[in-house]
Structures are given as C-alpha cells and as structure tokens.
C-alpha cells in the first residue's frame, strides 16, 4: 500500500550539471493499491514482468531484446528493418482511454468523483486521471510532501466504472501535480516498459508548484505517452504558457530500457495525450460579454477569444496536436461549492483553462464534457473519451517478416565497409552567451553499399565524448543505406562550465571524433568565441572590475581568476563594495518591485533575461530592461551561478553547526572574506524590505529563506533534508531582525 518515491534532481544536459534542473520519479516506484476497486499495483520492473508479460518471448518483446547492448550492428539491423516493415505483421484494435483533468485547489475530496469518472456507459480500457493544486501548503512545495496524494487517489479508485476491474499501474506527483493511470486487469499483461518523469517550470525553472508529470508505457506494439501540466497563470501571461510547454517538451525525458540508448522524448511515441490546466484565458472581451456568451451558449464565437485556440492557430505551441470542439461552458472560475462565476474583489473573466488534447493517429473522440456537479474546487474537472487503435502483433506473420529481414541480412554481410558522407567538416559558434543555446546540424550522409551505426567516441585520456559544453543529439545511431541522419550539435554553457570560459582558462575548442562499426574515423572539429559574463564569474573578480566584464581585456580576467579572496590587482582603485551587477539588479528591484505580488515566486521570460545578462555583461543600455519577475529570476541565476557561493564552502559546516543561535550565525557572517560579507548583509538588508511589504507582495519569512537560503549558502557535496532546514533556520535569523 505504499509507495517509494525517487525524487532526486538530475540535469537534461546529461552532463551532470543542473541549470536545466528537473525532479525525477523515474526510479522503481511501489504503487498505491486500493482494495475498494480491486486495484493491483504493478511494482517493480521484475514484478511487472511477472504480471505484464508470460515468461515465453513474445514478439513485442523480441524487439527490445535486440536493443539490448549485447547485441550489436547485426541485431540492430533486424529491429531496424522490424520497424520498417511493421504494417506487414501488426494490425489495429480500437481501446478506449478516458482521460481526465481537475484542478482541485488545494482541497480535499468532500464528494463523489463518479461524476466525473463514471460518466461513460461502457467501462473505459484505461483511466488517465490529473490533478493539478492537489496541495497549497508550503510544506507541500518545499518539501514535496503530501498526505492529500492519499486522499485523492483513494476518491478515484472508488469512482471508477464499476462494470470492471482495474490494475493501478503508476502514480507520478510533483508538489500539487498528480497523474494517476489504471488498466483494466485483463489488459496489464501487455503493458511494459512504464516510466514516469517530472519536470518543474517554476522560478529558475526548477520549482515544483508549475510544471509537468508523465507517464510512458508500451500497449501492445504502440508506444503511448500522457502528460498532465499546470502552466503559468494570469491573463497576460500566455507568452510565458508558451515557455513552460516548450520547456516541459525539451527537458522531459524518458530513460530507455537499454541503457546506452539516449532517452525518450515526449515527440517520440506514436500517441500522446496532454491533459491539465494549461491557464490560456479568454482575451479582448469584457467579463460581462463573456457572460453573455455563455448564457446563449455561443461557445464558437466565444472559443474565438481563447488564447490557447490562437497560439496553436500561430503554431507557437501544440503543433500536430488536436483538441475536439467545446460545446461546454468555461471551466474557471466558480466560487467554491457553487456554480456562480467568481464573486471576488477580482471578479475573474471566466476561461477554459482545463484542456485534453491529443497527437497521433486513428483517434476519435467519443465525448468531452466538463463536470458541473462537483463543486469541490473554484474550477469544474474536465473528461474526454478517446477511442484509439493500438498496434498488435499477428504472430504469423510477424515470424515469417522476421525471417525474410535475417536471411536479405545474412546475404548482405561481409560484402562491404560502411561509409558516409559530412556535409559540413568543421563547426563555429559565433558569440557563445552564457545560458543560450546555439546548435548546428552535421548531417550524415550513408553513401556506403550496407547499413551503417555510429557513435561519437572519446579520445585517449578522457571521459566523454566532447567537452561539458557541447553535446550531439543523437550521439549513436543507425543509417540504412542511401539514407541519412541530421545529428545536432548544441553548445550550452551553464553554471559549472561558466567559470573556466570567462577567466579564459577554457576556450570554445573541441574534436569530436565519429566512429562508424566495421569503418573508419571522422574528426569534426569544433570551435566558437565564448563572450565573459558577470553570470559565472566570482563575487571577489567581479568587485575589482569597473568596466562591464565584456570590456575586460583577456589577461586582466585571467588573473582575477587567479587571486585569492583577499588580493586586490596591482594599482588598481580600491575595489567595489559589492558586484555593480548586483546592485543594478537590487536597486531596480527596490525602486520598482518591493510591492509586486508574487516577487521571486513567478518565473520571468527566458528571452527578457538574455536581455538582462546582455546589459550587465556590456553596460548598454544604463538601466535594466525586462519585467519585474524577470529582474528577480536574473538575480536568483546570478547568485546560483556564483563559483563561490555567498557564504563560501569552508564556512558552510560553521553556519549548520551555529543556526539555532542569532550571535554565533551573525559571528559567523563577519568572519567572511569583506567582499562576501558585504553581499550577504545588502541582500539580506533588501529583503528585510520587501518582508515590510508582505501584504502587497505575498512575501513571508518562510518563503524567501527557502529560496535564499539554498543560494547563499550551497552545499560543497549533496544536501540533505536535515541541511536544508539548518541552512534556512541560519538565514532566518538575518530576515527577522530588528522586526521586533
């Protein structure tokens, strides 16, 4: 009945680094089994094979044992021409999926959920159930911690249709975003390789409280993935929407079976299903027009106005994906156990923030509907039946394919040495910025008389491929002959590899080295100019610069770089009190955001920080651009990337050991080097006034010691809970003085 959760941060650059953080629930989860329904939880990988699949080879299984590293050029062959040649041995049943979404506003379950879930006559095949604000709490978003994931879960399992017996097969949460998926018994024999990730879209892109969970599974010979999302609200904020789903896309990632093959994406399976309160609101109309829309029911001219109906008809998000007709009122937002639109001081426009879409082929839509007898929630749950045709195997003639594809490959072996053709042998990345993807495409040409694989291999002396900026995607793979491959090659410099390109130490310099299996080597070299940024660069070189770090000479960075933390450089003014970089971003702060609700909570654009790194880095122009949640996202970025945190590593065993007394954590700060102190104190005076205009901005001491707290003072080797809450009790102490 219980459930182990893996929750560790892992980077999507595969590099180890973490600006592109993302919790993880990938790891062996025991599910929640509920005997009310009857439920059975598929546990772990050997567990589930027990139950997923009969001892003896199946054919959709034959596939994955060929991905297995043993196996090697040969075998990779088979599966690839097995692909190739699938409509020959596989054929279409129809399975009906009902898919469901409800934002539950931090509630708990105070009514029925068949409603909902027992809307359809005949049992569905499979339940994919949402939620998203499943808890509120601050303990919910900083430690990840629920016991409404219980309550919840067990609300579902009572509801489901009583005509059929369900297997709970995973449960994935991240903070307040839930996914819950159910098979019919009969049917979790033929459902292997399920996996389940997370990935935050909240501040710095990593926390919890917007994002995305998903599971993937195989059924049968199709590869299916379902999503539920919370994306970013308030009406003005569907550029930001945008961003989340293009974040979610990129940085979710599935691990595969085989474990030298690179992970899944959500593009990569043949149906998708997105569920969630993806937040688009209904623009250019008044809320009473809205309402009179609604009362005539002229949901068309209404749909008109819908921003998600407008980014995906501009192609900025969702492309390929379909959503069926809504002839059901808005969805958000009611007041609570009622059906009358908002009553609040802010009287919100309603708006279908509850949305199921899906991409693939052979769906048809049954129903979508919302739910109006729950009045649990300020929003109503939203469900769609989607009736799709799954792939499966005929046995026969999967054999006789099978054999054709082994004896055409046994003729073609041996007979020549694969090659291929670059299109482009060298590669420049002009103007390489901190925190801003550049990417080429090295496509590859098999000009050779037999298929080919490939992979980028190290060189003598070291232990990976290319260098921690620079990867390709996909790093090995297959050519059939005559065909070709586009492989992107991507520089991002983050925090960690930051430090060495500014001071010069490293340049954009690399050679990749391309093996072909049974053929020869390429060299690809690789090559950009990195321009320095304050982002990445120490507090102590940062206070001796004057200039914009990008008017630096070379050598005078490399020597900064250098210096301990007390050396000031030869016959120089005396150094700055604080970083200029800092302060820019304080003081705009300070003058222009000490009352912004939800300051350091919502995230900024991506596209207004590059603007913001761009004028700390060049001076131009004089005074910050950008909105206010960007300014303060730049400011988290600046102190997360710092090489040296605020308080340094050697003092962080001396701030644990002093939290719980006000005078030795305030002894501890003026042992400081003079240039850390100064920081620690002016950011600590600069929240203590916003902390003033709490009940504009929403701030409480609570809230801005967690996320300070995890900045200033990092841990030199992985924290622990434990940790974590000595670091936040020491910097509370900064944030309540003098408050008495």
Known sequence: MSREMKDSEKSSDKKGTSE??????????KSKAYSSTE????????????????????????????????????????????????????YLEDFCFFLGTYNVNGQTPKESLRPWLNCTLKPPDMYCVGFQELDLSKEAFFFNDTPKEMEWTKAVSEALHPDAKYALVKLVRLVGIMLIFYVKKE??????????????????????????????????????CVVNSHLAAHIEEYERRNQDYKDICSRLQFR???????????????????????????????????????????????HSYDQLKRQIDEEAVFTGFVEGEIDFQPTYKYDTGSDKWDTSEKCRVPAWCDRILWRGKNIKQQHYQSHMDLKTSDHKPVSSLLVTGIKRVNTEAYKKTFEEIVRNIDKMENECIPSVTLAKQEFHFKDVKYMEHQAETLSLFNDGQVPCQFEFIQKPNESTYCKPWLTANPPKGFIAQGGSVDIELEVFVNRSTAPDLNSGKEQIEDILVLHLERGKDYFIPVSGNYLPSCYGTSIHSLCQMREPIQDMPQKTLRELAEMSANENIANTEKPLDIPKELWMMVDHLFRNAIKQEDIFQQPGLRSEFAEIRDCLD???????????????????????????????????????????????????????????????????????????????????????????????????????????????????????????
């Open 618 to 740: 060049t001076g131009m122009p004089d005074s910050l651009p950008g909105s206010n949640h960007s300014v303060a996202e730049a400011l988290l970025l600046f102190l997360d990337a710092l090489p040296e945190p605020v308080v340094p590593f050697s003092f962080y065993q001396q701030c644990l050991e002093s939290c719980s007394n006000a005078s030795q954590c305030e002894k501890t700060i003026s042992m400081l080097p003079q240039c850390h102190q100064n920081v620690f104190n002016y950011l600590a005076a600069f929240l203590r006034e916003l902390l003033k205009n709490s009940a504009s901005n929403r701030l409480d001491v609570n809230i801005l010691a967690t996320i300070f707290a995890s900045l200033l003072l990092r841990s030199p080797t992985k924290q622990d809970l434990a940790e974590k809450r000595k670091t936040q009790e020491f910097f509370q102490h900064f944030l309540t003085q003098g408050s008495a």
């Open 39 to 90: 439920s059975q939880g598929i546990s772990s990988r050997e567990d589930r094979d027990d139950l997923v699949r009969s001892s003896s080879h199946t054919p959709s299984n034959k596939a994955q044992i060929l991905a297995m590293p043993q196996f090697g050029l040969r075998d990779n062959l088979i599966k690839c021409e097995l692909l190739k040649n699938e409509d020959l041995y596989t």
């Open 20 to 29: 592109r953080d993302k919790g993880s629930n990938s790891g062996t989860q």
């Open 187 to 224: 049917h979790a024999e033929f459902i292997s390789d399920v996996e389940a990730e997370t990935v935050g879209t909240g501040i710095m892109g990593r926390m919890g409280n917007k994002g995305a969970v998903a599971i993937r599974f195989r059924f049968h010979n199709s590869d299916i």
């Open 256 to 302: 595969q079976l085989d474990p030298t093959q690179p992970p899944l994406t959500i593009m990569k399976h043949d149906v998708i299903l997105w569920i969630g309160d993806l937040n688009y609101r209904i623009s250019d109309l008044d809320v009473d027009y809205v309402k009179e829309l609604i009362s005539k029911k002229d949901f068309e001219t209404l």
